[in-house]
């Protein structure tokens, strides 16, 4: 199953709206993940089941879509959200499979 | 507190071996599926294997079928990655992240900390 991820990069302000898509070569319903990950950091879960927030994670972060097409938003950027977004399939393995990233810079 | 603690970093010479470890604490890994994702200097997240919580048995990434090995020590909640045959490309950061058992969705809701391994003659 590949993952479509786009943007690859993306430039924003603080407290502006976001939003990054995924799509699916096929069907895995809502078995998409999203993961942070910040500069010789470990990824970080932020949204699994395609929707549902991870622990701990703030609310401006949302999920939405199911089968082939799904995205990330960010609401009201805060510095601390600048750094690479990836997309997960996880309805089958092996593989599981990675979008290639969208990296969000300051702008 | 759940954690998993990989071992330090490796730097191995073209056509050497590395073995890579990671420890669960605070849980066990009965229930989940264990994971090795690499990433190498500027690239993306790349799946290499897993072992099954229920028998121990592994899959691993086409691209890695014939000189990766994981393993388990479930009396010390630790997975083994062998990696062997390395070359220049297999520099990457590795890291180890579990999946629920019973529930895929979840995502892998903890990592490792992540292994530098430096392929260098």
């Known amino acids: 199953i590949q993952l479509t991820q786009s943007p690859s990069s993306l430039s924003a302000s603080i407290g502006d709206r976001v939003t990054i898509t995924c799509r699916a070569s096929q069907d895995i319903s809502g078995y998409l993940a999203w993961y942070q990950q910040k500069p010789g950091r470990a990824p970080k879960l932020l949204i699994y089941?395609?929707?549902t927030l991870a622990s701990g994670v703030p609310s401006r972060f949302s999920g939405s879509g199911s089968g082939t097409d799904f995205t990330l938003a960010i609401s009201r950027l805060q510095p601390e959200d600048f750094a690479t977004y990836y997309c997960?399939?996880?309805?089958?393995?092996?593989?599981?499979?990675f979008g290639q990233g969208t990296r969000l810079d300051i702008k | 507190q759940v954690q998993l603690v990989q071992s330090g970093a490796e730097v191995k010479k073209p056509g050497a071996s590395v073995t890579l470890s990671c420890q669960a604490s605070g849980d066990t890994l009965r229930n989940y599926y264990m994971h090795w994702v690499r990433q190498a200097p500027g690239q993306g997240l790349e799946w290499m294997a897993v072992?099954?919580?229920?028998?121990?048995?592994?899959t691993y990434a086409q691209n890695f079928q014939d000189r990766v090995t994981l393993t388990r020590d479930t009396s010390t909640s630790t997975v083994y990655l062998d990696v062997s045959r390395l070359t220049f490309e297999d520099t990457a950061v590795y890291y180890c992240?579990?999946?629920?058992?019973?529930?895929?969705?979840?995502?892998?809701?903890?990592w490792g900390q992540g292994t530098l391994v430096t392929v260098s003659s």
């Open positions: 992240a579990r999946l629920y058992y019973y529930d895929m969705t979840t995502g892998f809701d903890y």
């Open positions: 072992i099954s919580p229920s028998d121990g048995r592994s």
């Open positions: 997960q399939q996880v309805k089958r393995f092996p593989p599981i499979t």
């Open positions: 089941a395609a929707s």
